[in-house]
């Protein structure tokens, strides 16, 4: 689930927490010189300790280090864009080699230049013997197995000005950061915080404003209930009877047993909804055309109000709304109890009232 900040549920979503529990040891593999662990590890599954897990074959045998390699996640992009995460900072160029691993912003050298890679006598060099300093001065130098074509020098040309803002220093040792992490350092929140964003479904994103209602204006049940209502996830009627839950003729909405209960009608279309609606606007001298969808409603009704306070307000008197008339539902449900329209109104005043601390809108 998407994280709050995004508009999301804010529940931690099982397979990214565990992927990131995995992605530690690609971590530490990279990290880590030689620790026993490792040694073991790269005997057993014949593996290089000096090259990076992404590139080296999966081992063949299986085992928890085989399912650590493979990093299996349903979605491509998302494994990329981990792995993608370990970047290797050039310090004195002497583990880093020089074509084979990303170590600049756009990949691998050998996958940018393929033509000058085949033709290079430095595969598996590191970047430290693929120049030499000329006082305070980097020089690249490169050996090819043959003359180069006029156009493979095009190509050199290119390398070049790649690699102009590149050049080791003695002052550090090639390290591998982590770079979603400010510290560089590898952490699960910093893991599971990036890829939720990456898998938030479209519908969470394009209710992006749903973030307005993670403040802690109103208890956090109510929070979720107007989450689901805004997403269209409550288990009203409608979604019931697709689920099989309920007969497929009981679609009647209980407030008014005129349509069938879908999260529109019930918390906006529905006769008697709408004037539980009304009966706030015409509270507070306000007007209002009818919205076309949940969303819009809620954008006009926590919008009415210029003043950041009294936006607070009618978004509390939107979520004390939401959730008298989902209370209401249920009562005349499962409780066969019914309330009248104005005990319903009441209710509504009654739960703002005692978010909001005092009487709503100060009136
Ligand atoms: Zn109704």
């Given at each position: 689930?998407?994280?709050?900040?995004?508009?999301?549920?804010?529940?931690?979503?099982?397979?990214?927490?565990?992927?990131?529990?995995?992605?530690?040891?690609?971590?530490?593999f990279?990290?880590?010189?030689?620790p026993?662990?490792?040694?073991?590890?790269?005997?057993?599954a014949?593996?290089?300790?000096?090259?990076?897990?992404?590139?080296?074959?999966?081992?063949?045998?299986?085992?928890?280090?085989?399912?650590?390699?493979?990093?299996?996640?349903?979605?491509?992009?998302?494994?990329?864009?981990?792995?993608?995460?370990?970047?290797?900072?050039?310090?004195n160029?002497?583990?880093?080699?020089?074509?084979?691993?990303?170590?600049?912003?756009?990949?691998?050298?050998?996958?940018?230049?393929?033509r000058?890679?085949?033709?290079?006598?430095?595969?598996?060099?590191?970047?430290?013997?693929?120049?030499?300093?000329?006082?305070?001065?980097?020089?690249?130098?490169?050996?090819?197995?043959?003359?180069?074509?006029?156009?493979?020098?095009?190509?050199?040309?290119?390398?070049?000005?790649?690699?102009?803002?590149?050049?080791?220093?003695?002052?550090?040792?090639?390290?591998?950061?982590?770079?979603?992490?400010?510290?560089?350092?590898?952490?699960?929140?910093?893991?599971?915080?990036?890829?939720?964003?990456?898998?938030?479904?479209?519908?969470?994103?394009?209710?992006?404003?749903?973030?307005?209602?993670?403040?802690?204006?109103?208890?956090?049940?109510?929070?979720?209930?107007?989450?689901?209502?805004?997403?269209?996830?409550?288990?009203t009627?409608?979604?019931?009877?697709?689920?099989?839950?309920?007969?497929?003729?009981?679609?009647?909405?209980?407030?008014?047993s005129?349509?069938?209960?879908?999260?529109?009608?019930?918390?906006?279309?529905?006769?008697?909804?709408?004037?539980?609606?009304?009966?706030?606007?015409?509270?507070?001298?306000?007007?209002?055309?009818?919205?076309?969808?949940?969303?819009?409603?809620?954008?006009?009704?926590?919008?009415?109000?210029?003043?950041?306070?009294?936006?607070?307000?009618?978004?509390?008197?939107?979520?004390a709304?939401?959730?008298?008339?989902?209370?209401?539902?249920?009562?005349?449900?499962?409780?066969n109890?019914?309330?009248?329209?104005?005990?319903?109104v009441?209710?509504?005043?009654?739960?703002?009232?005692?978010?909001i601390?005092?009487?709503?809108?100060?009136?």
């Open positions: 689930m998407a994280p709050k900040k995004e508009g999301g549920l804010g529940v931690g979503d099982a397979v990214i927490r565990n992927t990131a529990l995995l992605f530690k040891w690609w971590w530490r990279s990290r880590e010189d030689c026993l662990w490792k040694k073991v590890v790269c005997s057993c014949n593996m290089d300790p000096a090259v990076m897990i992404r590139d080296q074959p999966v081992p063949t045998r299986g085992g928890p280090w085989k399912d650590i390699c493979q990093l299996q996640v349903c979605e491509p992009r998302l494994r990329e864009k981990m792995i993608s995460g370990l970047s290797m900072e050039l310090g160029g002497r583990t880093i080699r020089f074509w084979e691993d990303s170590w600049l912003p756009n990949g691998a050298l050998k996958d940018k230049f393929p000058l890679f085949s033709v290079s006598n430095l595969h598996g060099a590191v970047v430290g013997d693929c120049g030499f300093w000329d006082g305070l001065e980097w020089i690249w130098s490169f050996q090819w197995r043959r003359e180069l074509f006029q156009w493979e020098l095009d190509l050199v040309r290119q390398l070049h000005e790649t690699l102009q803002l590149a050049k080791p220093t003695n002052e550090r040792e090639d390290t591998v950061i982590w770079k979603f992490d400010k510290t560089g350092a590898y952490s699960m929140n910093s893991f599971v915080q990036t890829m939720q964003v990456e898998v938030l479904p479209d519908e969470i994103t394009s209710y992006s404003f749903t973030r307005a209602i993670w403040k802690g204006l109103v208890p956090p049940r109510i929070e979720l209930l107007s989450w689901f209502v805004l997403v269209g996830r409550v288990n009627k409608d979604r019931l009877c697709r689920l099989r839950v309920l007969d497929q003729n009981d679609r009647l909405c209980v407030l008014c005129k349509a069938e209960e879908t999260v529109f009608h019930l918390f906006l279309g529905c006769d008697i909804t709408w004037q539980v609606w009304c009966a706030w606007l015409h509270a507070f001298g306000r007007s209002w055309c009818s919205p076309g969808t949940l969303k819009a409603h809620f954008e006009s009704w926590t919008n009415m109000a210029v003043w950041k306070v009294e936006r607070k307000r009618w978004f509390i008197g939107f979520s709304i939401v959730w008298t008339i989902w209370i209401e539902r249920n009562g005349r449900l499962f409780r109890k019914a309330s009248t329209l104005r005990e319903i009441n209710k509504s005043f009654a739960s703002a009232e005692e978010w601390g005092g009487e709503p809108f100060g009136c």
